[in-house]
Nanobody
Framework: QVQLVESGGGLVSAGESLRLSCLVSGNIFSPMSLGWYRQAPGNQREWVASISSSFIRNYAESVKGRFAISRDNAKNTVYLQMDSLKPDDTAVYYC???????WGQGTQVTVSS
C-alpha cells in the first residue's frame, strides 16, 4: 500500500524559509516522478514543482528562484525548500506521486506579512 506523509509546515513571517518533507512508502519511490502541489483557501489545487527519477526539476513560475525540490532515494523522501516566502505562498502543501492518484494528507504553510 502506497502512503505519503508530509511534514515541515508551520507559521513563518514573510522572507523566512521552510523545508517540507514527504516520506513515501510502498515500494514506488525510485522510478517515479514526484511533485508538490498547494491549495489556498477558495482556490483550486495547483502544481508547484516536480522532480523526475533522473532528477530533472520543473517549477511553477510563481516559485521559480525561491523554491527548490529535491529527493533522496535512499530515504524515500522528497523535499521542498522554500525560501523568501510570501503571504501568497500560504496554502496546504501536498506531495504526489506523479501520474498516479497517490497523494499525501497535506501540511499547512502560513506566511504572515
Amino acid at each position: 500500500q502506497v502512503q505519503l506523509v508530509e511534514s515541515g509546515g508551520g507559521l513563518v513571517s514573510a522572507g523566512e524559509s521552510l523545508r517540507l518533507s514527504c516520506l513515501v512508502s510502498g515500494n514506488i519511490f525510485s522510478p517515479m516522478s514526484l511533485g508538490w502541489y498547494r491549495q489556498a483557501p477558495g482556490n483550486q489545487r495547483e502544481w508547484v514543482a516536480s522532480i523526475s527519477s533522473s532528477f530533472i526539476r520543473n517549477y511553477a513560475e510563481s516559485v521559480k528562484g525561491r523554491f527548490a525540490i529535491s529527493r533522496d532515494n535512499a530515504k524515500n523522501t522528497v523535499y521542498l525548500q522554500m525560501d523568501s516566502l510570501k503571504p501568497d505562498d500560504t496554502a496546504v502543501y501536498y506531495c504526489k506521486v506523479m501520474g498516479t492518484t497517490h497523494w499525501g494528507q497535506g501540511t499547512q504553510v502560513t506566511v504572515s506579512s
